[in-house]
């Protein structure tokens, strides 16, 4: 079974600051990866995703995710963030190719708040 | 176009009653996914259901049951209440069952309170 680690639950930043978010999973095997965004009242909706090619993802709103395999780690990034990417931060997993009736193993999730 | 719609949003419930939770996947979409997220975790996968069948299933006990219909939507049924059910529930939807690499479009979600 698949396990993900994000290791901040809790971070505060300024506008401008650069993020990262860390996260580790556990699983042998290939693997699908995935960041997930919920913003204050919406629901949540995909970053950005990692599933074969190249390991530096790209997503929307600036984020980027670099997989790296030997770290078994899938860190979310963007250079600078605003006021408006305050939000709660998923990082999931699961087994891939064929992995997706298996579901999403889900990270307890990072609450980040942007302060202007 | 409308989203994954989800009903009812809020529904309190006491121990050992029985609650069924309801989705509508977007338009197209012919899988659907069922999540638990208790405060303070991430989701956790119950079911995943593609063309009326069971194709996955996580780690929860029998009480938990789901079904597809023709039209794609999709019912969550929960017998004998714990207070441990106590969680949101998310469904969402995606076009295939593919690879496991495919996007999921979440509703916002029942909030299920058991006294």
């Known amino acids: 079974a698949q396990s993900v680690s994000q290791h901040n639950h809790h971070v505060i930043l300024s506008e401008a600051a650069s993020l990262e978010l860390g996260c580790n999973y556990s699983?042998?095997?290939?693997?699908?990866l995935f960041w997930y965004v919920q913003y204050p009242g919406q629901h949540l909706q995909l970053l950005l995703k990692?599933?074969?090619?190249?390991?530096l993802v790209k997503g929307i709103k600036g984020f980027e995710a670099e997989f790296i395999k030997s770290k078994f780690s899938f860190n979310l990034r963007k250079p600078s963030v605003q006021w408006s990417d305050t939000a709660e931060y998923f990082c999931?997993?699961?087994?891939?190719?064929?992995?997706?009736?298996?579901?999403?193993?889900f990270g307890k999730g990072t609450h980040l708040i942007i302060q202007p | 176009d409308a989203g994954v719609t989800q009903s009812p949003t809020h529904l309190i419930k006491t121990r050992g009653q029985h609650v069924t939770l309801r989705c509508s996947p977007i338009s197209g979409h012919k899988s659907v996914s069922w999540y638990q997220q208790v405060l303070g975790q991430g989701p956790q996968f119950i079911f995943q259901?593609?063309?009326?069948?069971?194709?996955g299933r996580g780690n929860f006990p029998d009480r938990f049951s789901a079904r597809q219909f023709p039209n794609y939507s999709s019912e969550l049924n929960v017998n004998a209440l714990l207070l441990g059910d106590s969680a949101l529930y998310l469904c969402?939807?995606?076009?295939?069952?593919?690879?496991?690499?495919?996007?999921?479009?979440f509703g916002s979600g029942t909030q299920l309170s058991v006294l």
């Open positions: 259901y593609y063309e009326k069948e069971e194709r």
């Open positions: 999931a997993v699961n087994a891939g190719p064929g992995g997706g009736a298996d579901g999403l193993t």
């Open positions: 990692y599933f074969s090619g190249d390991p």
């Open positions: 969402a939807s995606s076009l295939e069952e593919g690879y496991g690499d495919e996007k999921l479009f």
């Open positions: 699983y042998g095997g290939t693997v699908n």
